[in-house]
């Protein structure tokens, strides 16, 4: 059984379940919940936690979510095992009872209009810098296929962390995010500051970066080295800023690393200070928060949330949840 065969099998059950593929490699892994996916009020005990976390923009309005590893496994396209009796079994999923709810879609004079407010704020001094995001809404295709779609992009994006996560709370996502959020491992634990947006249209040795977009990055890097000197995580290196490429576009990125750290415990009090990076909301966070309440009519949901594996061969690897799509029965929203 391919692994197509083996998404669709799971998309059409009554199941929760994460695929995903880290950057670099070729095997997608599979964890699929024999239950459902376990609501967890608090990240405080994500040390203790193994499965695949969904976590949501704003904790206050969704809730993070872990699916637990009942079934697992990990392979190439099409050299996967033929899914076991458990999932075959399960009753198919209920699509008519999960009806589309209204997504608020601004109007491009309107989104305009946000950033022409937020330039304005920077230049009172009142911010530094602000995401301002859209949603782009669309009716699902003839023939749509989630599985299909998160194994074009595995073969399209070689380079970013792809996931097709189900779950009967949050619906379907998938994305192809470059941007990682935190990685903690035997050898430490490793941060990255992504800003700037470029498109690949010449050579990577030749793309020269304006003042501007070289100060906004630095203040995702400055907001990072922060968060890790407030918790006495002084060890630290940084390398770059560097050009690197994510499917059709260029992005900055500079690598902060603390060589033998171990969180022991203070995994979730270092996330929750960290989330979300100017990279996605923006700097200073209180005097931000205010702007964008009052720009952006939309909910994110789980778009700039943070979703990756926790405590699957003792490490753990999250991904700032950004180029992703969620999936309607009858619509596309894309952010």
């Not at 593929?21 to 936690?49: C, H, M």
């Not at 194994?151 to 994305?175: D, E, Q, R």
């Not at 200070?273 to 928060?289: F, I, M, N, S, Y």
Request: one cysteine or more; charged letters at 25%; aromatic letters at 10%.
């Amino acid at each position: 059984m391919s692994v197509g065969d083996l998404l669709n099998v799971a998309l059409s059950k009554d199941v929760d379940f994460a695929a995903y593929r880290f950057p670099g490699e070729e095997n997608i892994n599979v964890l699929v919940d024999k239950g459902k996916a376990r609501i967890i009020d608090s990240l405080e005990d994500i040390s203790t936690l193994e499965g695949f976390i969904f976590a949501p923009f704003d904790s206050q309005q969704h809730k993070s979510l872990l699916i637990r590893p009942g079934y697992r496994f990990s392979g190439k396209i099409g050299d996967l095992p033929a899914v076991d009796d458990w999932l075959s079994e399960q009753p198919e999923r209920n699509t008519e009872t999960q009806a589309d709810s209204d997504v608020y879609t601004a109007k491009k004079s309107e989104y305009t209009k946000g950033v022409e407010y937020i330039k304005k704020n920077i230049r009172l001094g009142l911010i530094k810098k602000a995401v301002l995001t859209r949603i782009y809404n669309e009716a699902l295709p003839a023939g749509f296929n989630a599985a299909e779609l998160f194994l074009n992009l595995c073969k399209a994006y070689k380079h970013s962390f792809i996931s097709l996560v189900f779950t009967a709370t949050t619906g379907c996502w998938v994305s192809a995010t470059p941007e990682m959020l935190i990685r903690s491992d035997a050898d430490g634990v490793t941060l990255i500051s992504l800003a700037g947006t470029r498109f690949a249209n010449s050579d990577v040795n030749n793309v020269h970066w304006s003042q501007k977009e070289l100060t906004e990055q630095q203040i995702v890097t400055d907001y990072i080295t922060q968060v890790l000197e407030h918790n006495h995580f002084n060890n630290y290196h940084t390398s770059g800023p560097e050009t690197v490429k994510a499917g059709r576009l260029y992005h900055l990125k500079t690598t902060i690393s603390v060589p033998n750290l171990s969180l022991n415990g203070k995994t979730s009090k270092f996330i929750k200070e960290l989330h979300p990076t100017p990279a996605v909301w923006g700097q200073p966070k209180d005097a931000v928060k205010d702007i964008i309440q009052q720009t952006e009519k939309h909910n994110r949901e789980y778009y700039s949330g943070f979703l990756g594996p926790v405590n699957i061969h003792n490490k753990i690897d999250l991904y700032v949840n950004i180029r992703t799509l969620k999936v309607t029965n009858n619509r596309l929203n894309i952010l």
